[in-house]
């Protein structure tokens, strides 16, 4: 069965920490997308990932394929980085995402 | 450009009325999606399309139709509106070069079935 699977499913930290948002999946992926929502409700993507790493500011985006298993880090937390972080998993053989169910990140100044 | 837009923002049924939701994009992608956004559940596809005139089932399509007439137009209808479509529908698009394509997000339509 295709799943996608994300830890924790809430987080609360205070402003400046270290974050760090998991993403597990059960079978082989063609890519992986990492998406925030922010309480506003609109969806954009921060990164799509098929191998290794990437960064964006203060956003880093891991993967790995062997033990089928993503995170997102946000260093030098903010309040603004509150939303729900999303990850979306194109497994092989399908047109189409598969979302998990979201990390509601809340950081506190 | 403005990107991915949606019409109605909110709108409130009676369980058997009809409605039909309006995804518009500015940016030639051919495929276009609806999702539909619960509490507690991830991003649930209901219905896609690859391409002006072409459209095809996802996850929850039962209870909704959808038509792709213009390439730049998605359209989801309820014909007969049931509290459990009560939900936050998204629309998205994307270019036609796979998975690995960035999708693009609508802001949302909030409906309410009573």
């Known amino acids: 069965k295709n799943e996608v699977e994300q830890s924790p499913q809430n987080l609360t930290a205070q402003e400046g920490e270290f974050i760090t948002i998991n993403c597990s999946y059960s079978?082989?992926?063609?890519?992986l997308h990492w998406l925030q929502q922010h309480p506003g409700g609109g969806i954009v993507s921060l990164f799509m990932l098929s191998s290794g790493k990437k960064k964006h500011g203060r956003l880093i985006a891991t993967i790995n394929i062997q033990e089928k298993h993503s995170s997102l880090h946000i260093t030098a937390s903010h309040p603004r980085d509150s939303a729900v972080y999303i990850c979306a998993v194109a497994f092989f053989g399908n047109e189409k995402l598969t979302f998990g169910t979201g990390t509601r990140l809340t950081i506190i100044p | 450009n403005a990107g991915v837009t949606q019409t109605p923002k909110f709108r409130v049924l009676k369980t058997g009325q009809s409605m039909t939701l309006l995804c518009a994009q500015d940016m030639n992608h051919e495929y276009m999606y609806w999702y539909r956004q619960d509490p507690g559940m991830g991003l649930r596809l209901i219905h896609y399309?690859?391409?002006?005139?072409?459209?095809a089932k996802g996850e929850v399509p039962d209870g909704y139709n959808v038509s792709r007439l213009k390439k730049q137009n998605f359209l989801l209808g309820l014909e007969s509106a049931a509290p459990s479509q009560t939900s936050v529908y998204f629309c998205a698009s994307r270019t036609s070069g796979g998975n690995q394509e960035t999708q693009y997000f609508g802001p949302g339509t909030r409906l309410l079935v009573l």
């Open positions: 399309s690859v391409g002006e005139g072409t459209t």
């Open positions: 079978v082989g992926i063609s890519a």
